[in-house]
């Protein structure tokens, strides 16, 4: 490759426009994952919407790549199989960042960023300007300003927490909640129970918090204080628990 062939793709406007767009797009969506401190980031999301654009430049100008192929060789083209090759490679990318953290599923949305990365970068790789930048801006705006509804929404229970106190315990229902409010954990209802033989109490209740949970040893530390604690479990919720719950 000689510097005058590289001076004259640098030069081809319908290449460096898409590429170029597809940088910026690719580094606003992912910017916005990188600010919420999310698994894949803005280096992740602009390699992602670049190649996805290169590889669809790519297929759009095979009449030029250079081939020596035996004599009677029949080339069929098919272009839809481009997007489709780059956005079944992208699953197995978005599947890196789904996970599962007790009763929740964490990572579906920058999975959805990624897949959604991907198709951009084929918009912008078909020469389709306008429609791809649209699609960017309106991506940047649902992943910013739906996150307010998200916080105004109430968080989902993450746990389950027993406490079963003796007969000496002071320990009432909005003491606890006072105790765990201090470490940023919201409580459900809290359920009521009472041995009549023993007169041991018991309450039962569902954890949740906009932040992570803190670790149950500093929760069983923080409710331990109040005293008079016989017994006290703090489960994580699973998906089935949760919804039975």
């Known amino acids: 490759m000689t510097p005058e062939t590289v001076l004259t793709a640098l030069q081809d406007r319908d290449v460096m426009i898409p590429l170029m767009c597809s940088l910026v797009a690719g580094g606003l969506i992912g910017a916005e994952r990188e600010l919420n401190r999310k698994p ?32 009677g060789t029949q080339v069929v083209s098919d272009m839809s199989r ?79 927490l027993e406490v079963e106190l003796t007969t000496a315990a002071t320990l009432t229902v909005g003491a606890l909640e006072e105790l765990l409010a201090r470490q940023g954990i919201r409580c459900g209802a809290v359920g009521y129970q009472m041995d009549q033989e023993s007169g041991m109490r018991r309450y039962e209740t569902l954890l ?14 923080r409710v331990q204080e109040a005293g008079g604690v016989h017994r006290l479990v703090i489960a994580p919720l699973t998906l089935d628990s949760a919804q039975s719950g």
């Open 208 to 221: 949740s918090s906009r932040r992570p949970l803190p670790a149950p040893e500093a929760i069983a530390a």
């Open 40 to 71: 894949a980031g803005i280096r992740t999301h602009t390699l992602l919407c670049f190649a996805a654009a290169l590889m669809t430049i790519l297929g759009l100008r095979m009449a030029e790549w250079v081939a020596y192929l035996p004599a």
């Open 82 to 160: 481009m997007p489709h090759a780059i956005l079944t490679g992208v699953g197995f990318l978005g599947a890196g960042v789904i996970f599962r953290e007790g009763g929740s599923v964490q990572g579906l949305t920058t999975a959805a960023s990624l897949w959604l990365t991907a198709a951009l970068g084929i918009v912008f790789g078909t020469g389709l300007l306008g429609l791809g930048l649209v699609g960017a801006a309106i991506t940047v705006l649902v992943l910013v300003v739906l996150r307010v509804f998200q916080w105004l929404a109430p968080p989902s229970p993450v746990a389950r």
